[in-house]
């Protein structure tokens, strides 16, 4: 079922329902906090899992954070189905492999 009312940390979603926008949601708003833990949690768990799909990322460690193994990986490696293309420097690969 669709949810009646959202609150959102600190942005507006673009979405017909109706919402509260709460700035440091996370330290104004138990729902918020609780939310946020639930979703590091299950990154987590899901970074894990693509550690084992797409070894060479470090990825159950970095949890997709640009530290210099994950760096280290997509240079080496590649970018991976999961790599979000609009970020750097995962989108300079991406544009340096359209161009060769």
Known sequence: PQPEHLLIDAMK???PI???SIIKGDA???SIAAASIVAKVTRDELMKEY???FP???FATNA???TAKHLEG???LGVTPIHRTSFEPVKSLVLGKKES
């Open 13 to 15: 979603l673009d979405l």
């Open 18 to 20: 109706s919402q509260t």
């Open 28 to 30: 104004n708003s138990l």
């Open 51 to 53: 550690d084992q799909q």
């Open 56 to 58: 060479g990322y470090d």
């Open 64 to 66: 997709g954070y640009g």
């Open 74 to 76: 997509l240079t080496k």
